[in-house]
DNA sequence: AATGTGCCCAACCGCAAATTT
DNA sequence: GAAATTTGCGGTTGGGCACAT
């Protein structure tokens, strides 16, 4: 394992000193702790303690690395931070597809979403969640939690992330969906476009590695397993079992988003809300794009167009 | 240029579950 | 088995930054 280059303090006493939660901000006066902001010289020295005496009883790891910090504070530095497999950078859109979709299963249980988004800490997706999705909700003024919110992302933005995700995988783009990834967004974009298609859970049937989109471990979801990233939606949406995992196969069984909605019998209609309006709308004012980093997603007028819609379920 | 506003995200807090003594 | 301690989780806060006024 690789040793960092330090400048702090590395004497690798064994003392210990173990702190109850109650008794911690006294330790903090006692000790004169530091907190707030990591500094250069911290991040080198807990990295260089970690590589070579490994993690765990992180109380007693701050003080033998000469830390002036909670053990706490050393855990949560290094697992969101400083750890190797972190990943930065912007969700990608698989990602916010993800999310979204186990957010809809799991509620704010943030940890077990961040298991199935390899590098990604249950912090930044919290952080996601918070600055990005209630972001929305608040501007249609209807509560995150509320059915007409969650329809409006069942039913618009995640569809239209998987139509990007698709057409960013297009033969044209330089970029292309693995096998896994086609299915995935398939496989939830018929989900989405059509609640009556068969959707009977999660089955055991996972991808081999050769086509799948990370090599990340799966995860117990009760009895069945859960892929990481966009293999789960596929498991998640089953339809006609088909192991045979081509892109023709899946392009064959498709149906379009427009198609759907352009349905005069489609589900939404059956709903009360009128999503085939709202798609014309928001094709007319370029407003839905999927729900990324952009904010201007939704102007005055879009909003109060949803708004409306909302009002009239 | 100064000030206000909102967003992003790292870090903290409190609590509960798990583990150790 | 009980108490002490550690670990992990979800909620919240606050500083820095960008942009608008």
Known sequence: MEVYNSSGNDDNNNSSIQVSSSEEEEMMMMMELRRGPWTVEEDYTLMNYI???????????ATSAGLKRTGKSCRLRWLNYLRPDVRRGNITLEEQL??????????????????????????????????????????????????????????????????RIQAAASPSSSTTLTAAAAAATTAISQAAVNPHLPVIGPINQSFTPENSSTGAS???????????????????????????????????????????????????????????????????????????????????EDIWFLQQQLNNM
């Not at 590589?51 to 790891?61: C, F, P, V, Y």
């Not at 704010?108 to 590098?119: D, E, M, T, V």
């Open 51 to 61: 590589a070579k005496n490994g993690e765990g009883r992180w109380n007693s790891l």
């Open 98 to 163: 993800l999310i979204l979709e186990l957010h809809s299963r799991w509620g704010n249980r943030w940890s077990k979403i961040a298991q199935h988004l390899p590098g990604r800490t249950d912090n930044e997706i919290k952080n996601y969640w918070r600055t990005r999705v209630q972001k929305h909700a608040k501007q249609l003024k209807c509560d995150v939690n509320s059915k007409q919110f969650k329809d409006t992302m069942r039913y618009l933005w995640m569809p239209r992330l998987v139509e």
């Open 218 to 300: 799966s995860d117990s979801f009760g009895s069945t397993q859960i892929s990481p990233v966009s293999d789960l939606t596929h498991e998640y949406y089953s339809y006609p079992v088909n192991n045979n995992h081509n892109q023709d196969y899946y392009q064959v069984n498709q149906m379009s988003y427009q198609d759907s909605l352009t349905s005069p019998s489609g589900y939404f209609f059956n709903q009360g809300l009128d999503f085939q309006a709202m798609e014309v709308h928001a094709h007319n004012n370029q407003w839905f794009d999927g729900g990324d980093t952009n904010d201007n997603l939704w102007n005055a």
